[in-house]
């Protein structure tokens, strides 16, 4: 079954020096710790915004 999910526009596409986000769902995942990395040619800045309902956002700049 489906326990991790990411959605959003900052997943298809992103604009250099523009902030984008997309939502992880982590609902019916269990405890743990979440990790992440956005590959590219240049390290991206990455902020987590948790919204205490099984998901959150992440806003990077790219």
């Given at each position: 079954?489906?326990r991790?999910?990411?959605?959003?526009?900052?997943?298809?596409?992103?604009?250099?020096?523009?902030p984008?986000?997309?939502?992880?769902?982590?609902?019916?995942?269990?405890?743990?710790?979440?990790?992440?990395?956005i590959?590219?040619?240049?390290?991206?800045?990455?902020?987590c915004?948790?919204?205490?309902?099984?998901?959150?956002?992440?806003?990077?700049?790219?």
């Amino acid at each position: 079954p489906l326990r991790v999910r990411a959605y959003g526009p900052g997943l298809e596409y992103a604009i250099t020096n523009e902030p984008t986000t997309f939502t992880i769902e982590t609902k019916g995942a269990g405890q743990g710790s979440l990790g992440l990395a956005i590959e590219g040619p240049s390290e991206a800045k990455m902020v987590c915004k948790d919204n205490q309902d099984g998901t959150c956002i992440m806003e990077y700049l790219p």
